[in-house]
Nanobody, 116 residues
Framework: QVQVVESGGGLVQPGGSLTLSCAVS????????MNWYRQAPGKQRELVAR???????DYADAVKGRFTISRDNAKNTVLLQMNSLKPEDTAVYYC??????????WGQGTQVTVSS
């Protein structure tokens, strides 16, 4: 059974930093591209960052230069380092492992709140 578990969310002041972690089990992690999405209240879920199985990364324009995605295939984890956080980064952040429509796994989400 595949499990995707996010952690590391919380309350942070504007300009601060947080690192989200996603631990995956029950699948061959190294074969999967990994994604971080977020969903703010009243808005659609949006892709924040992605990393391929080979380590190539891509970011939404809103977070480029501030967020960094990385993966550790030995530990079956993917990280999202978030710096210079803004109130508009407030959302529930979701980790996603996706290869195809039958291999599409999501975590339960972790809340990130940026507020003074």
């Amino acid at each position: 059974q595949v499990q995707v578990v996010e952690s590391g969310g919380g309350l942070v002041q504007p300009g601060g930093s947080l690192t989200l972690s996603c631990a995956v089990s029950g699948m061959i992690f190294s074969l999967y591209p990994m994604n971080w999405y977020r969903q703010a209240p009243g808005k659609q879920r949006e892709l924040v960052a992605r990393i391929t199985s080979g380590g190539t990364t891509d970011y939404a324009d809103a977070v480029k230069g501030r967020f960094t995605i990385s993966r550790d295939n030995a530990k079956n984890t993917v990280l999202l380092q978030m710096n210079s956080l803004k109130p508009e980064d407030t959302a529930v952040y979701y980790c996603n492992a996706y290869r195809n429509n039958r291999s599409d796994y999501w975590g339960q989400g972790t809340q990130v709140t940026v507020s003074s």
